[in-house]
T-cell receptor
């Protein structure tokens, strides 16, 4: 069956360092992979989308990589700030009329 | 202007009651979704509509019935509420079937 795994444990990182979050999947051939941020008591907010034929995507301090051979995406936040503390969700989309499937999320805590 | 809005934000009700949650988006998007996020923060799709047509109907009890009166609205009606229905329900929309989704603030449903 399809499975999406994100770091199950919370990730604590010192302010200014680069945070790296992992999204691994099995039994899936996504056309797109998306990353969202969710703060407590709020809905997820879209951050980045990367297509299966793209290796890397950047947006300001954010960088996403997508390796369809390893079936893995890495999400990096450079120069992390306490305001980056949140839960980050990866989502896989096979395209067409198929559903988007979300991972369980990784809680990131940036320590001042 | 709120992009995706949901009402109510909180809903506390007793088992066996029937309740509705309303969702509206002012983004001009064609596709709308209902998600359920349980206590473990797992976000799971329930339904998706594209131009008022149901395109995704996950394994959801028949007690849940979505209704899309027009492209900008997607409501969720729940009959005979059960304790296990307690969760946060999110509405979302996207421009088309693929691409980033915009989420509402969520409706926290508590069934007692």
């Amino acid at each position: 069956s399809q499975k999406i795994e994100q770091n199950s444990e919370a990730l604590n990182i010192q302010e200014g360092k680069t945070a790296t979050l992992t999204c691994n999947y099995t039994n899936y051939s996504p056309a797109y992979l998306q990353w969202y941020r969710q703060d407590p008591g709020r809905g997820p907010v879209f951050l980045l989308l990367i297509r299966e034929n793209e290796k890397e995507k950047r947006k300001e301090r954010l960088k996403v990589t997508f390796d369809t051979t390893l079936k893995q995406s890495l999400f990096h936040i450079t120069a992390s700030q306490p305001a980056d503390s949140a839960t980050y969700l990866c989502a896989l989309d096979a395209g067409g009329y198929q559903k988007v499937t979300f991972g369980t999320g990784t809680k990131l805590q940036v320590i001042p | 202007d709120t992009a995706v809005s949901q009402t109510p934000k909180y809903l506390v009700t007793q088992m066996g009651n029937d309740k509705s949650i309303k969702c509206e988006q002012n983004l001009g998007h064609d596709t709308m979704y209902w998600y359920k996020q349980d206590s473990k923060k797992f976000l799971k799709i329930m339904f998706s509509y594209n131009n008022k047509e149901l395109i995704i109907n996950e394994t959801v009890p028949n007690r849940f019935s979505p209704k899309s009166p027009d492209k900008a609205h997607l409501n969720l009606h729940i009959n005979s509420l059960e304790l296990g229905d307690s969760a946060v329900y999110f509405c979302a929309s996207s421009h088309d079937r693929a691409g980033e989704q915009y989420f509402g603030p969520g409706t926290r449903l508590t069934v007692t």
